[in-house]
């Protein structure tokens, strides 16, 4: 549901302070080989004209000429961003960043190395148990950082997308406990309810203490109701009253579904979708008349 950074965003601030950043860091590495800084330049002019995968050698030459250099640093960044967004080549992107975090100096640069590490593992490649291990470590690192609270709701995630929902809901609630101050409590509040109700139809998932498909979704329903009351100004809140409707209808509670389902009619983003809920609806009790 919810992003890091939007990836797209992330492309513009790259394309905007590239040339500018490369004038500046050459300027400040005197020590660095003339050949080096033309290498760089180079590669940005390349990267600059789309031409990412001639990029990426450029970068790569310039690192290896003085690895441990300021410019030889931030090639090896920019090559391994590049491959992470453009070329897909997730693998070597890892490797590269993680020789970031082994050689910098610099702790802003070593962190963003290790958040692109994250998000290659949870968006790029869907590796959640890697994710889940790699989100803790960076949680272990700075317990305190700012950046913990969207950490922890990837954690949620990832056990979510594994199908372990006693350990995702046990996170979104520590989001929403922990962490009310911030834009990630009202979006883990609102994942406790969409986690619950995915459990009731998989009554059978691992590493999931065994409840009933009728106990997830009142415990959905519950979950939706209190996130509704807590923010009730939220953009959610459609989707919630949505969530509410759909457990009632999977409760067999077909009345109440009904009038839920009629009642966010105008708010829901799909108003088709709402139509089809309510002809299905319709459906199952004329079946029970016959």
Not at 114 to 129: A, C, L, P, V
Not at 242 to 248: D, P, Q, R, T, W
Not at 263 to 272: D, W
Request: glycine residues 4%; aromatic residues 12%; positive net charge.
């Amino acid at each position: 549901m919810v992003q890091m950074i939007p990836e797209i965003q992330s492309i513009k601030l790259l394309k905007l302070n590239t040339a500018l950043f490369s004038v500046l860091l050459i300027a400040a590495t005197g020590c660095t080989g003339q050949g080096a800084k033309t290498r760089y330049i180079l590669a940005e002019k390349l990267w600059n004209d789309g031409k990412y995968q001639a990029a990426v050698n450029e970068f790569e030459k310039v690192s290896q000429k003085d690895p441990e250099s300021p410019l030889g640093l931030r090639a090896l960044f920019r090559a391994a961003t590049t491959q992470m967004l453009y070329l897909s080549e997730y693998n070597e992107a890892i490797r590269k960043f993680n020789r970031v975090v082994d050689l910098s100096k610099d702790s802003a640069m070593s962190w963003d190395a290790q958040k692109q590490i994250g998000e290659i593992y949870f968006s790029k490649t869907e590796q959640y148990n890697q994710a889940i291990l790699h989100y803790k470590k960076l949680i272990q690192l700075k317990p305190e950082g700012p950046g913990v609270p969207e950490f922890t709701f990837r954690i949620a995630k990832s056990h979510f997308y594994l199908m372990q929902f006693d350990e995702s809901i046990a996170a979104f609630k520590e989001i929403a406990q922990r962490y009310k101050s911030t834009p990630w409590a009202e979006k883990a509040a609102y994942e406790i309810g969409v986690t619950s109700f995915t459990r009731g139809g998989h009554p059978g998932a691992p590493d999931t203490v065994s409840v009933s498909p009728h106990e997830a979704y009142q415990e959905a329903m519950d979950s939706f109701g209190r996130f509704i009351k807590l923010y009730p100004e939220s953009p959610l809140i459609p989707l919630a009253k949505f969530g509410i409707a759909n457990c009632l209808e999977e409760m067999d509670q077909l009345d109440a579904a009904y009038h839920q389902y009629e009642a966010i009619r105008s708010t829901y983003p799909s108003s088709q979708v709402i139509d089809i809920k309510l002809m299905r609806i319709r459906e199952r009790r004329a079946q029970r008349t016959h």
